[in-house]
């Protein structure tokens, strides 16, 4: 019998997660059982992704910037890169606010379920506000200081750095394509060799990715708040959905118009990152999963994809910044607030600064919010509002910032004509077991 497909077999990992998650919360000791026993082998499974991001980053980059024949490539590529990243960033906020204020979701909270909200997450948000609070005491230009490490071991010790990180490879590989050709070539070939190893590793990781994402999902089921609070905060999250849904129909035409590519082609290759990208929350945990689908199933040539993916991962966050604008104007709403339209395009610029200053890991795009607020003068206890949410949304738009970062990697190759045949024929080629 044929071995069934990646794609399903994470597909039934999540569903059996959610079933078993329900079914465990009907026990009394069903969340505890979950909680010891079951949720390990996610937070395990998730480790494990994390663990190759710094080295995978720091191989492919270096051994991507050292493939480039000159400088001048590097610059055309990273202008091309960010360009892009900001175009598709703004476009999502446009869409959020668009949307928000089409719907006004926030006008349909009734005063019993606001009171009821502000208190049972109060101290939540207040924990988010305290680290937002360390962010905005930073000067201007504090973020152009932290991209660059005094210590590249430092930077390498939490993956909260990524940036420094890619900094340094991207420096590393300039230095590598500036010294002599033969000089080069072991530490060429010891990247190539490395590099090679990483890719091996995350296929070995994906082989437990089906139980990796039953564990995430029971696990969350059985810790989420009650049913009610959804409903309460139904028409929010529609409204999320529905931008979120609007930016993947965005990229889709994006690829077709721009590199000719089938819709199909593009979901079937990148669809198994958007899944891990659900069910972990974190476009760096997605990352190496990511970085593989490009090159080998959608054809991007890998010193583009090793360049655009780990920059998009930590930059690109097209998601958040949607999810980031509906929440601001969603918050007001709910405290009977008319914010003015000099206000709303305040929270465009905010919201794409702040979604570029968000970390790839769950629930990073909220404490970003803080800033939102605070700059468009909105109550940042509203925070409170929409927590019990959070996390499915977080799931869902971090979905969305994986698929454009994939996106704008293929455009950014078919303009440098990099954009070639697939290396993967099947759909879980370069899997194991197949
Ligand atoms: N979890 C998101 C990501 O990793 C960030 C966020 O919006 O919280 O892309």
Known sequence: MRKLALHW???????FGVLFGLLCSQFDWGKSFVVDWIK???TIFINSLKLIAVPLILASLIKGVSDLKNIAQLSNMGGRTIGLYLLTTLTAVTIGLTIVNVIK????????????LLASYATDAAAKQSVAAVQQEAGPLQALVDLVPSNIFAAMQDNGNMLQVI???IFFGIGLVLIPKQKAKAVKDFIDALNEVILKLIDLIMIAAPYGVFALLAALIAEAPSADLFKALGL?????????????????????IFTRKKTGFFLKGISPAQLLAFSTSSSAATLPVTMERVHEHLGVEEDVSSFVLPIGATINMDGTSLYQAVAAV????????????SA??????????ASIGSAAVPGAGMVMLVIVLAQAGIPEAGLALIFAVDRP???CRTAVNVTGDASVSMLVAKWLGKLGKPKAKNWDDHYPGK
């Open 105 to 116: 979701p926030g006008n349909t909270l009734s005063d019993a379920t606001r009171t009821e």
């Open 40 to 42: 390990p082998f996610g």
């Open 393 to 395: 949304l977080d799931m």
């Open 9 to 15: 077999q994470i597909l039934l990992g999540m569903f």
């Open 236 to 256: 929010y999250t529609v409204t999320i959905l529905i931008g979120l849904f609007t930016m993947i129909v965005f990229y889709i035409l994006l690829v077709r």
């Open 344 to 353: 709303q395009l305040g929270i465009i610029a905010t919201a794409t600064l």
């Open 330 to 341: 969603f918050i007001a709403q709910a405290f009977g607030m008319d914010l003015s339209l």
């Open 167 to 169: 900094f340094f490879a």
